[in-house]
């Protein structure tokens, strides 16, 4: 299994062309699930586990990995699922989300698979695990269902989305009163952690789904006024979404004449170290991970009050 990610340099050259490879992973069942295989960094035969006081009940334990003690999640408990029970067949998925390490417990772990963006759709509505849910798509006439990680991780540990009050204090949009905050991010935790901490600067804020909704939408309100940028004053852009990327939505926004001129920030759980190189290549202005809202709110000011060339 360690094998598995050796393609790192391969992987990465994905990026860019609205294309993603998700590791495929069962719980307790048959049902298939995905995971962006840009996050993971290993994959393990589970290692014992060590109980420790106070845990959340959807953590199992603590690993002892190449040195660093990395938290372990039920990901079927956390999914409304049963718990995990045989742990000498189970594997940890290791993976980085938010600039933290993070260890995730499946039933089984499949392979790699290749495929597109605009091939993952929204999850339909529904309760119970759909609530879960990022993403959907196809493999071999099979749904995979693709996590809401996010959402599983705030669960168990809620992020602050407040702005520091001294951060706070020194925000300004003076002169930009009249610009919307545009934010696009498939998770709904998401969207609604980086609005609160928006919220901040006093602006109108506008949210999308994904990066296709994203981009329909920006060319609905450039065709009313104009240049988009008369009314958008920045973009705020999760990486991972369905239909259509950050990176790929950066793109068309810098190749498409009324919208080319809008600072795009993106943000994202993403932590490979080819994503600075890939804000270049797209044309984006600034890349930040998540989650800060100091870094969040200071940078969105930053471009909000920077004038478009």
Known sequence: MSGIFDSVNQRTQLVGQNRVELLLFRLNGRQ??????????????????????????????????????????DLSMATRGRKIEDLSNAFIVIAEYNRSVQGF?????????NTNWDAIMPPPQGTGRASYLTAVTEVENELIEILDVEKILNEISPLNAEVSSEVAEGLTTEGQENKIIFIADDSAVARNQVKKTLTSLGLEIELAKNGLEALNRLKEIAEEYGDVTNRVGVLVSDIEMPEMDGYTLTAEIKNTPELQKLHV??????????????????????????FHPDELATAVQKWLMTECE
């Open 32 to 73: 298939r699930f995905g995971l962006n295989g840009s996050k993971v960094r290993e994959v393990l035969q589970c290692p014992p586990l060590t109980a420790m006081p106070k845990l959340n009940p959807l953590v199992r334990g603590v690993a002892h990995i190449r040195g660093q003690t990395i938290s372990v999640i």
């Open 105 to 113: 417990l499946v039933g089984a772990v499949e392979r790699i698979i």
């Open 265 to 290: 920030v993106l943000h994202t759980s993403l932590s490979g170290v080819f994503n600075q190189a890939m804000v270049q290549k797209v044309g984006a202005d600034d890349f930040i991970a998540k």
